[in-house]
């Protein structure tokens, strides 16, 4: 168990509103006290920047003419001017107007565009149009903004806020409907053409359309959010990415997936990702323009440009432009939002973005993943990229059950994918492999055969894998990875034969791959060059000799370590190396004078040790520190005991207790090879930063060792699961009691669960009685007590039994199991009917309910601290309830 600061405490009588949200089953734990109120009113807007376009012209203090034919980088088919014809003001409104051009001139159409750069260039607050669009196949009339100073880079480093855009309006849409959206839309992330957009949608009720009639378009602009109205309807909201930290501070993915940046740091030079109000916390300038085709427009509806809709003409009309700024607090623009319910819920408004997730910290333990043996991955289901088929499980006459991928004429990538898109099973979970710790001596192996090779006879096979949603990647001729006689390789894949291959993970890291989060796996004919196609794959896997590997660290067996020396601290002696007897061999012997000391083993370099401190996180979840002892003069004093110390860091955390709380639990007798193990998540749990371990101390209580003379061997960290496939290991919170630092639970009931025996077989089961008041029950850790299950993520589940003796009274409820994390920090609640089993529970019966830790991490919980997990009918709804819980363990699967 990991200790780690707390807000829970043991319910007295008098329980608090705000205990009640971290505990109880009908309010949430994710409640934002900070969250707007949709029902306040709106106020402090105040007008610092219009054009009402009242004059007889354009106000060139405002507004500046780009004049190009570039075409917008997209294609489109109008050059820019600033001739009266393409822009004007007239009665009060602005018109900017697109034509057919001259014979001859560089573009068929002519158009404008102005901007605000320099003249009026604002950060944060409400940017607002009153407009009349344009209609017609090739119509692309927009109102956006570019940074007024490129930052975080070119674009679209620096971001790009388009506040209203639409294309075709009334031409045709997919069912012979007239076009009437309108587009919010936001650019940033990687430089072109790896950039990244976000954005939603929004058609006006009962069919109307942007281009009948003047609407108003807006954005309120705030720090770390965007949102978009058209005639005062919020249709999206924006926000910059939340980066989800577990109880170390370790970045584990995102609880809030939107905007990022990405540029090249001032003082290293280094290209980082950012998960912050970049790139949307500069100053951004207007742009309005008119454009004519170009690669959007022209490539949806009924396609191309109609030259009649615009042989007389097509007009984008402004009633007005004005910038408001957010009185109530100028510098972040909060405190002045016009918002509704469902702003912020990703099932309407709030749009998801396109920043890549950051990968979870490694374990450190390498686990072998296999992604198809005979039997299909939930997890990693077979991928058809853009061909538009669905890979098929067919019989192999010498593999078995195996994946059959055919390319037909669409161009496509096939393979195997675990990305949340894709998972289609309601047993998958999205489970991006962490492969870092077996960087250098894991592959990606696979066995293929050519069923029927391309129609293209000249075209060569790819292998590709990607990482954290194709943020990076390592593609290779699939002839690289051939295993087999060298003088057929280049002729892979031959028709008919199964091969074999593999490709080591430090190459595909070397080619440009984060191994830490692969997420794709794919083999294909170069792209466009597949069609007829026809092959199969089995045997595919990520995995290195001997599966899990944990790291291990031996201080002394047949001899010293010499980066951890053995070591007196403060008597002045020398301990040795001695022959004991022909099991142990040379052994660590050391002798205790008139002077206290402590002594054992030590690798701070001031000590004489190798300055290599020992990082055993990796082994909190089962890991042991284990040695042997045999005292062959016991100290002179009787009342002496025998402490064992472990420090880490110089001293800044250190744990001691006797040698009699090891996993033995004895005593040492003079004279006995005893051994002693301690467990790395109890010592944890106790205190101690396990990552950077560096001094080990077996010693007689201070002052009272003289005399005493020991010997010691086979001291080592260690799992006792290394080399298995999957890593042992989990918390039994409940099997015939409660675990140690854990205790069976009524949140806010007043009652006392108790301990009561069930069936021969559950034995002493938990038993919970709900009366009047309502509450929540379950099992609670001990103050400053969690559990880290990070290393069982992709394996692991929460697992218990549960028998109910007698059903609540109201059967409104359902039943629930909710599991939190320190503080209630993370929390997430599901109906039993969705564990794996999928049973609801029948009273007077046992049943087992099954909840994967993927599916509680997906959802939100920070599975590094785990300490409540619940079981209850709904709140306010389980007077009468009488049930059982046994069995209660996160463990593999």
């Given amino acids: 168990m990991t200790k780690h600061a707390s807000n829970i405490t043991r319910i007295a009588a008098a329980l608090s509103v705000t205990t009640l949200f971290g505990c109880g089953g009908g309010a949430t734990t994710s409640t934002d006290i900070d969250a707007v109120d949709a029902s306040a009113p709106v106020s402090d807007w105040q007008l610092v920047w ?25 294609n489109e088919a109008q050059c820019y001017t600033e001739s009266e014809n393409n822009s004007f003001v007239e009665d009060g409104t602005l018109n900017i107007v697109a034509l057919p ?28 149009m009153r407009a009349k669009m344009p209609e017609g196949q090739g119509s692309w009339p927009a109102f956006w903004m570019m940074p007024t100073d490129e930052v975080y880079g070119g674009w679209p480093r620096s971001g790009e806020i388009d506040i209203m855009e639409a294309v075709n309006l009334k031409a045709a849409d997919i069912d012979g409907n007239p076009e009437n959206h309108i587009y919010g839309t936001l650019h940033y992330g990687q430089e072109w053409p790896n950039n990244d957009s976000s954005g939603q949608a929004y058609s006006l009720p009962n069919g109307a359309n942007p281009a009948d009639d003047f609407h108003t378009y807006a954005i309120e602009w705030q720090e770390g959010e965007i949102r978009w109205y058209m005639d005062g309807y919020l249709y999206a909201t924006q926000r910059r990415s939340e980066v989800r930290e ?5 970045a584990t993915g995102l609880s809030h997936r939107g905007w990022y940046a990405e540029y090249f740091e001032q003082g290293t030079g280094e290209l980082t990702t950012h998960w912050d109000n970049a790139p949307f916390d500069q100053e951004f300038y207007l742009i309005l323009n008119l454009a004519v085709g170009g690669a959007w427009p022209e490539s949806v509806n009924e396609t191309g440009i109609d030259a009649d809709a615009f042989a007389e003409g097509q007009s984008l009309e402004v009633d007005y432009v004005r910038v408001y700024e957010c009185a109530s607090d100028p510098l972040t623009g909060k405190g002045c939002e016009t918002v509704r319910p469902g702003y912020d819920s990703l099932e309407d408004a709030l749009v998801e973005g396109a920043a890549p997730i950051p990968s979870p910290p ?21 991928w058809d990229c853009c061909g538009g088929s669905t890979p098929a499980l067919v019989e192999d006459a010498d593999e078995g059950q195996v994946f059959e991928f055919s390319i037909g004429d669409a161009p496509t990538v096939m393979g195997f994918i675990s990305r949340s898109a894709f998972i289609t099973d309601p047993d998958g979970q999205a489970s991006p492999f962490d492969a870092s710790p077996m960087e250098e001596t894991g592959s990606i192996k696979f066995d293929l055969k050519a069923v029927a090779l391309p129609n293209n006879a000249t075209t060569s096979w790819l292998f590709k894998v990607e990482s954290s949603e194709g943020s990076t990647f390592a593609e290779l001729p699939l002839t690289d990875g051939y295993v087999g006689p060298a003088d057929v390789a280049g002729d892979t894949p031959e028709q008919g034969v199964w091969e074999s291959y593999e490709f080591p993970l430090s190459v595909l890291a070397e080619a440009g791959l984060d191994t830490s989060a692969i997420d794709v796996i794919m083999v294909f004919p170069l792209w466009d060059t597949g069609s007829g196609a026809v092959y199969r794959m089995a045997n595919v896997e990520i995995s290195q000799e001997g599966g899990a590997s944990y790291p291990e660290l031996t201080i002394f067996e047949d001899g010293q370590n010499p ?26 012997e050391f002798r205790i004078g008139a002077e206290p000391t402590v002594m054992g083993f030590t690798t701070r370099s001031i000590d004489g040790g190798g300055a290599t401190p020992f990082d055993a996180t990796a082994l909190t979840d089962g890991g042991l520190l284990q040695f042997e002892m045999r005292v062959v003069s016991a100290p002179n004093n009787p009342d002496s005991t025998w402490v064992f110390k472990i420090e880490s860091n110089d001293a800044a955390t250190a744990v001691e207790l006797p040698l009699t709380d090891s996993v033995e639990g004895q005593a040492p007798v003079e004279g006995e090879w005893q051994t002693y193990t301690f467990s790395i998540a109890d010592l944890q749990s106790r205190g101690l930063d396990v990552s ?31 080399g298995n496939e999957t890593p042992a290991g989990g918390l039994n919170i409940f099997a015939d009691t409660a675990a140690e ?18 069936d021969a077989e559950h034995g002493t089961v938990a038993e919970f009685r709900i009366g009047e008041a309502p509450t929540v029950m379950g099992f609670l850790a001990d103050e400053e007590v969690s559990y880290d299950a990070s290393a069982l993520l992709s394996t692991g589940v929460v697992r218990f039994e549960m028998k109910v003796s007698a059903m609540p009274i109201d059967t409104s409820g359902q039943w629930l199991f909710k599991i939190e994390s320190i503080g209630a920090s993370t929390a997430v609640e599901l109906p039993m009917s969705s564990s794996l089993e999928g049973v609801e529970p029948v009273e007077g019966e046992w049943q087992t309910y099954t909840f994967p830790l993927q599916t509680l991490y997906n959802a939100g919980l920070d599975i590094s601290a785990i300490n409540v997990l619940m079981m209850f009918p709904t709140w306010d709804t389980g007077n009468g309830a009488v049930y059982r819980v046994d069995n209660v363990e996160i463990a593999a699967q």
Avoid at 57 to 66: A, F, L, P, R, V
Wanted: net charge negative; aromatic share 12%.
């Fill in 741 to 758: 630092q854990w205790s069976i639970w009524d949140c806010c009931g007043g009652s006392t669960p108790t301990e009561e025996v069930d």
């Fill in 50 to 74: 219009s054009d009402e376009f009242d004059g007889s012209s354009i106000d060139e203090n405002k507004w500046t003419h780009e004049v190009d034919c570039a075409g917008g980088g997209n």
């Fill in 101 to 128: 051009a001259e014979e001859g001139a560089p573009k068929p159409y002519t158009s404008a565009r102005l901007n605000t750069r320099y003249k009026g260039d604002f950060k944060y607050g409400r940017i607002e």
């Fill in 246 to 250: 577990n109880s170390k501070g370790e």
């Fill in 692 to 722: 950077g371990i560096d001094v080990i101390m077996i010693f007689p209580a201070w002052s009272t060792g003289e005399g005493a003379v020991y010997r010691v061997d086979n001291a080592k960290f260690f799992h006792p699961d290394s």
């Fill in 563 to 588: 980066n951890w020396p053995m070591w007196d601290c403060c008597g002045g002696s020398t301990p040795t190396e001695e022959m004991d007897d022909e099991e142990h061999g040379l052994t660590a």
């Fill in 362 to 382: 490694s374990t450190g333990i390498a686990q072998n993943l296999t992604i198809f043996d005979g039997t299909p991955n939930p997890n990693w289901p077979a």
